[in-house]
């Protein structure tokens, strides 16, 4: 592991709510009640509308790859030794995207089935994976 020390997140606000919620292994989502519009990531109101009321629902955190990329350089000196690694953005059920990295690329593909999964780093931080299912293409 590298001597650089990690980047510390500060998360704050509804940064905070998504970041604690993903501590306890769930992925959530907004929807505006009025409108019905999904909001990802969380906001303060609805970017649709305008609408100030906005529910909490936990997504069921399956979807499929819209793109991806493998890194070969790092955005930061502390992640130096796991280069090359993969991101991939998915398309999930609920209808919004999320950016996250997949531990085991060997099949990934856009329009590879994922799930999502949760990597605790440490007591205050876990972070969102994607992980690729089997059984070929689509939901």
């Given at each position: ?37 999904i909001v990802f990531p969380l906001r303060t109101v609805c970017p649709e ?91």
């Open positions: 592991m590298s001597a650089v020390p990690r980047p510390t997140l500060m998360p704050r606000g509804e940064e905070g709510v998504f970041y604690d919620r993903l501590g306890e292994h769930e992925l959530v989502y907004q929807r505006c009640e009025p409108g019905g519009h509308c305008g609408s100030e009321h906005l529910g909490l629902h936990r997504s069921e955190g399956r979807g499929v790859v819209h793109s991806f990329t493998v890194q070969h350089r790092a955005g930061h000196p502390f992640f130096v030794d796991q280069v090359p690694y993969a991101l991939a953005l998915a398309d999930l059920s609920e209808g919004f995207r999320v950016l996250a990295s997949v531990p085991d690329p060997t099949d990934l593909a856009v329009g590879a089935v994922v799930e999502v999964g949760f990597e605790d780093l440490e007591d205050d931080l876990t972070l969102l994976r994607l992980d690729i299912l089997d059984g070929g293409e689509g939901l």
